[in-house]
Structures are given as C-alpha cells and as structure tokens.
C-alpha cells in the first residue's frame, strides 16, 4: 500500500472513496470523524455541508457507523471544489498527542489503497487529516495532516459554519473564539538530524495589513570558509553557486525556472509572482554572507523548488564545500532596505551531505489555503545526470526528468540551463 508523505499530491481515477481512520487498541475511539464540503472560497454553502454524527450524509458524502467516510465523487455537486476529512478528539478531552498509531487509509473502487500517517502531532485537538479537491476536470488526493489547537469552534468558523445552530452545545457559555489564523511568531531551523523537516508559516496573519514581503533565498559563506570553535565564521570564502527557483503551476502543470540571469528574473506581476535579486557572486558588503534569493507574493504560488546546480564550471562538487549553505524563507513587515524586518517569522532550513551530484533540490516550499509550508529534505539527481530535478503534473519528485531543463557551462554557453520553462511531466 503506497504511503503518502504530508503535503502530497495524488491524481484519483477512481469514483468512489472511503476513507477509514485507524489507531492502535489502546486509543480506540478517541478519534471523532467528519467531513465538510467546501466551496471554491474554502467556505461551506450551508451548514448541512458539514457532514457528521447528527448530519451522516450529504451530497455523495457518508458517514457510516463505523466512522469511515464515504465520498462518491460523481455525486458530490459542480458548485464543491474540495471535501475535506477531519478528526477531532475534544469530545474525549483528549489531544492527538495522545492518540497511538493514527493511520489514514483512502480506498477507492478500483481496488487502489493509499496510507497517510500524519507526523508530529501535539496539542491539537482538531485534525484536517486529507481533501478530495478539484484539479484540471478531475480530482486529487491532498495528504495535509495540520492541525487546530483552538478547538472545533475555531474550525468551523474558519470554514463558514454557524457555531449557534451545532446540536448539543455545552451548558456552559463557550469561551471566546480564538482566531484561525495563527499569529504566533514563528523561529525554526531544520537540519538533517531534525525529525520533522517540516515547518510552517501562516501567511494570513497581516490580515491584508500592505507592506508585508516574503522572501525565500539561499545562503552560504563560500567555499572554503573557516571557523572558530563556536562556529562563528571567521573568513568568509569566495566561489559561486548558482540557485535556480522552479515554480509548478497545480492547475497545469507548466513550470518556469526564475534565476538570477537576464531575463529569466521573473516579475511580481506576472505568475509565479516570484522576482530574482540578481546573482551572488560571493561574500556580500560587511562579509555577509552570499545569498540569492526571489520575493515572492504571498499568494497561492503552487509549488516552489529551490534548486543548486553544485558544480564549478559544469563539474561535479559537493555543495557543503561552500560553507554551510541554508534556504532561508522569511515573512513579515518591510524594513528600511525593503527586506523582512528583525521581528520577521523565519525558517532556516540547512542543506544535506557532500554528496557529489550535479544537481541539489534543497528545499520544496507549497502555499495552500494561506498557509506555507517548508520541507526542508535535500533531494539529489541522478548521478553524472545533467537534467534538473522538477516535480511531476501530480506534485512527485523526480530526480531526473524527460524533457527537463539541462545544465550548461556558463562560461561556454553564456546561461546556465539549456531551457527555463515548459510543462511538467506526467509521470
């Protein structure tokens, strides 16, 4: 049974889902299942739209005595562009840490079966396990695992429903709402021991205030760096990496490759609303540290791959020679030079191994539903492999792609890539 890593995207082909949540015996019923159809403006149309104990079926959505849901695609209305499944644990007073062995399972009726186990939960009490959304004329399968703290009124109100008309309210008064949007500042660094090389940003929280700016880039502090005993860097290198953003659009699969070139800089105007700074071709002003990086509009961008083409003139090098490289994304109110400012979130995210491939994917950066998520694995090509590594039309890595733009001397050719847009492969 394939599993789903979180964050996945997978095509469907079959008509009718069911979607069973399992635990380990001891945490038997501690999992309460629901489903909610949402319209393209992730709101529900009405409050039958949410599908539970009390409301077990709606437009080719059930949910059976068990607890499985049931999602017939074909009878789910043209005016619902996603099904979300959710599990919540607060009827038990419980929290999803305390949950063992929580599995997803999505059987479809062509016989296929898909396993997702949601990683790193803790005080959440409520659960958007995975959605059935609309993509292209068909369907596919979001594997999201995020989690609410605040509760189940907090998830309904975020998703359009009237918290006054739930059946059995408490008999005492509720508390207040907390807001969806989670304000909390957010300071993570993912390395390769880390666990979890996931982090997030929750890009809703200027609540449309303008001047806020997002920017993702790559650091690093030159081959051949040194270092004191606290890793302070003490002689900043020199040498050159060239970072290469590619952008998948969801919808139609087409990609387009942004760097620091000439006329491959992108605009903030025009998808993937990503502009290039330019190229790093070294330390910066102060011994800085190198860095290439792209402002991106915080906006649903699909997805974003920072790529390293780790080589010296088109040779083979490892990337860790350069002096600790890192993705760095950070979000927040504008400063004097137009860049994020001290109070910013930030998520650092340091790069793998010295490995020797011509190609590194260090970083694979989605914004869904104004949230953005970072997965900070690094992902190598192929061996002696000059093609870029992309992501598929179904949102899945592939080291060496069909097709796929190809590596190139600059010194000979001019640019660094023989091709900086197309459509992603099918497979």
């Known amino acids: 049974m394939p599993e789903l890593p979180k964050g996945s995207k997978t095509t469907l082909g079959a008509t009718r889902y069911v979607v069973d949540v399992g635990t380990a015996p001891s945490s038997a019923g501690a999992v309460d299942v629901t489903a909610v159809l949402l319209g393209a403006d992730g709101k529900v149309r009405s409050d039958e739209d949410l599908v539970f104990y009390n409301n077990p079926s709606h437009d080719g959505v059930e949910l059976d005595a068990g607890g499985a ?68 004329g068909g369907w596919k399968l979001d594997a999201i695992g995020q989690g609410y703290d605040q509760g189940l009124a907090a998830f309904a109100v975020d998703h359009g429903i ?9 008999p005492a008064p509720a508390p207040a709402r907390a807001p969806a949007v989670n304000m909390q500042k957010v300071s993570v660094v993912l390395t390769k021991d880390s666990p979890d090389k996931t982090a997030r940003i929750d890009l809703r929280k200027s609540r449309g205030e303008p001047g806020w700016v997002l920017t993702v880039g790559l650091e690093w502090d030159g081959r051949g760096a040194k270092y004191d005993r606290d890793g302070k860097v003490t002689k900043y290198g020199r040498g050159d990496l060239d970072v290469y953003f590619l952008c998948r659009n969801e919808e139609t699969g087409d990609y387009v490759v942004i ?102 994917t260090v970083a694979h950066i989605d914004v869904r539903d104004g949230v953005l998520t970072v997965d900070g694995e690094t992902r190598y090509s192929r061996a002696f492999d000059e093609r870029m590594p992309l992501l598929t039309t179904s949102g899945t890595w592939v080291r060496a792609a069909k097709g796929g733009p190809r590596g190139q001397s600059k010194k000979r050719k001019g640019q660094g890539l023989d091709r900086y847009s197309g459509r992603c492969p099918d497979r």
């Open 259 to 360: 760097s620091g070139e000439r006329g491959h800089q992108g605009d903030l105007d025009v998808w993937p609303f990503i502009r290039h700074g330019g190229d790093s071709q070294g330390p910066g002003r102060g011994n800085a540290p190198a860095a290439e990086q792209v402002h991106v509009r915080p906006t649903e961008n699909g997805d974003l791959l920072v790529n390293v083409y780790q080589s010296v003139d088109n040779g083979g090098g490892a990337i860790d020679t350069f002096g600790r490289p890192r993705v760095v994304i950070r979000y927040g109110r504008a400063g004097a030079d137009g860049l994020p400012g001290p109070d910013a979130d930030e998520i650092v995210a340091h790069v793998g191994n010295s490995k020797n491939s011509f190609w590194a």
């Open 69 to 136: 849901i049931t999602v017939d695609l074909a009878k789910v209305p043209g005016d619902v562009d996603r099904v979300l499944v959710a599990g919540s644990t607060e009827a038990q007073g419980a929290r999803f840490s305390d949950v063992r062995d929580l599995v997803v399972t999505v059987r479809g009726d062509d016989g296929r079966a898909l396993r997702f186990e949601p990683p790193g939960l803790a005080a959440e009490t409520v659960l958007q396990m995975v959605a059935f959304y609309r993509r292209a």
């Open 162 to 170: 009237d918290v006054a008309d739930e059946p059995a309210p408490p």
